[in-house]
């Protein structure tokens, strides 16, 4: 047994995912909320090592970096290097299969509760699509409009499916091979072998484990504490006769952000049950709000969100009017004491969009040390945004809905289901 299949996989209840820091502050990580502690009356980021060792996952080290070049041959991805996704679930269980040319397949989704995504939406896509870009391998998205209905009363169910297709065009606007990618909406696609799975998986699961695990109280629907079999059944390949058959033995990689965890430890407690493979995940950091790096973006709260639908005129309003600085309150006091890059959101954003690592650096060395404004660096940021924005939404122009009907058939995705 490796290493990593010895890490436990804990049902923790919800309070487990409040974690207390100094002088009894909590943060809180569920997939309903995040928000960082508040130690003396000021919001603290959020403590991701603490998040492992509550979670009971690993972080990703420097080996695992070094195993991942060395096996795909390419430098890992920004997300990577600078430790954005930062923790996993038996990652190297999938690099094995990667390096024994035996299959498996990526997994992760969206829930669409507005017509557009924003900044902090793009970040497991763009990781998803280096992933299927050095792994081969193929790709199922999970549209969660079933997931919106339920918990967001305010929706409507056409609502819900309208912003699953625009949400999808989002999505393939990121760049993923139109060969190795399905994307499906829960509310068009859930039947047949997938329900088969659905059921399977809901008789594993008690009540008590779901209401414990999700927080959910007398008063919630019903529809919510049984949602947990909805997202699990795309961890398993014979959830996918198109592409897989009825192989049931095809592990799958889930990147998503460390708030989702609770629903895939639920889904590798059942995994065991049904004899499926565990899926394996990777978790990355949140991305903050413009308010701040004590919690995270939210399409709820326009000001606190850059969408991909912005003008580049409101992407530099936004940075310039809403994004927290780390600076000093004057440029004396600045050039005095320097800047906090770990709680500037243009120097966070930066650290997420810009590439060049050296660039970075030398960014966070001028800012700490008082001769990088606060102006400067978020002109920077603006012109960093302003680019990855255009770009996207210029790539979105050229879906049509014949692409998007594409990529949401059911259809085989070239894996080679010889190979065990």
């Known amino acids: 047994m490796s290493a990593d299949q010895q890490v436990k996989d804990i049902v923790t209840p919800m309070e487990n995912a409040t974690i207390a820091t100094e002088q009894k502050a909590e943060q809180i990580v569920d997939p309903w909320n995040v928000q960082g502690a508040v130690v003396d009356g000021k919001q603290m980021s959020i403590d991701y090592d603490r998040l492992i060792e509550s979670f009971g996952t690993r972080a990703i080290d420097e080996a695992v970096l070094q195993r991942m070049e060395t096996l795909t041959g390419r430098k890992p991805h920004v997300l990577l290097r600078r430790g954005v996704f930062f923790s996993h679930?038996?990652?190297?269980?999938?690099?094995?299969?990667?390096?024994?040319?035996?299959?498996?397949?990526?997994?992760?989704g969206r829930g669409p509760s507005s017509d557009s995504m924003h900044l902090g939406h793009m970040i497991p896509f763009l990781f998803c699509q280096y992933l299927q870009d050095v792994f081969d391998c193929p790709l199922v998205i999970q549209l969660t409009d079933d997931e919106k209905f339920l918990?967001?009363?305010?929706?409507?169910?056409?609502e819900?499916?309208?912003f699953s297709r625009q949400n999808?065009?989002?999505?393939?606007?990121?760049?993923?091979?139109?060969?190795?990618?399905f994307i499906f909406s829960n509310f068009q696609h859930v039947g047949g072998a997938f329900y088969h799975n659905v059921v399977r998986i809901s008789r594993c699961i008690t009540y008590s484990q779901s209401k414990s695990t999700f927080g959910f109280v007398e008063s919630d629907n019903v529809g919510k504490s049984h949602f947990v079999s909805i997202q699990a059944a795309p961890s398993f390949s014979n959830t996918f006769p198109a592409i897989f058959g009825d192989r049931s033995d095809i592990p799958c990689l889930?990147?998503?952000?460390?708030?989702?965890?609770?629903?895939?430890?639920?889904?590798?407690?059942?995994?065991?049950?049904?004899?499926?493979?565990?899926p394996a995940l990777i978790h990355a950091k949140f991305f903050p709000a413009l308010q701040g790096p004590g919690t995270k973006m939210s399409a709820s709260v326009d000001s606190s969100a850059i969408f991909m639908t912005d003008t580049q005129a409101q992407i530099k309003n936004k940075i310039n009017r809403h994004a927290f600085s780390g600076g000093g309150a004057t440029m004396e006091l600045h050039k005095e004491h320097g800047g906090k890059p770990e709680?500037?959101?243009?120097?966070?954003?930066?650290?997420?969009?810009?590439?060049?690592?050296?660039?970075?650096?030398?960014?966070?060395?001028?800012?700490r040390a008082g001769t990088l404004s606060t102006g400067d660096l978020k002109k920077r940021c603006i012109e960093v945004l302003q680019k990855f924005v255009g770009d996207f939404q210029a790539r979105k122009a050229a879906v049509t809905d014949a692409v998007l009907d594409h990529f949401m058939t059911p259809r085989s995705l070239g894996v080679d289901l010889s190979a065990k």
Not at 152 to 158: C, T
Not at 168 to 179: M, R, V
Not at 343 to 367: G, N, V
């Open 343 to 367: 709680e500037d959101i243009p120097f966070q954003y930066l650290s997420f969009f810009l590439d060049d690592d050296e660039e970075i650096a030398r960014i966070e060395k001028e800012y």
């Open 160 to 162: 819900c499916i309208r």
């Open 89 to 108: 679930r038996e990652l190297n269980r999938i690099l094995d299969r990667y390096e024994q040319k035996k299959p498996f397949y990526l997994y992760t």
């Open 168 to 181: 999808a065009k989002d999505i393939i606007a990121c760049g993923f091979n139109p060969e190795k990618t």
């Open 151 to 158: 918990f967001k009363p305010n929706l409507k169910l056409e």
């Open 254 to 278: 889930i990147p998503c952000a460390i708030d989702q965890d609770p629903y895939f430890r639920l889904t590798r407690d059942v995994a065991h049950k049904l004899k499926y493979p565990k």
